[in-house]
């Protein structure tokens, strides 16, 4: 089994909320498809967290002390 990614989980769980929204499963095939999203949700929200430590950790000082920048992307940064 390949191993699975954020990225990869993020499309199967785009995939399964639009086979989902459709209706046109049948109830039990829908609720296997809710279970296994549920899952990919876990999933990548575990590694939303393990990510933001990595960039804490990233972001301390000399001293230890971490410090906090707002992100700002390129598109807000033209506007200001």
Request: charged letters at 35%.
């Given at each position: 089994m390949a191993k699975q990614t954020?990225?990869?989980a993020i499309k199967k769980l785009e995939?399964?909320?639009q086979q989902l929204?459709?209706?046109e499963?049948?109830?039990e095939e829908a609720v296997k498809k809710f279970e296994e999203g549920v899952k990919l949700s876990k999933f990548c929200s575990e590694k939303l967290d393990e990510t933001?430590?990595?960039?804490?950790?990233?972001?301390?000082?000399q001293m230890g002390n971490?410090?906090?920048k707002p992100f700002i992307s390129e598109s807000e940064s033209e506007d200001g």
């Open positions: 954020f990225e990869k995939l399964i909320v929204e459709s209706g499963q049948p109830l933001e430590k990595r960039i804490t950790i990233l972001l301390k000082d971490v410090f906090e």
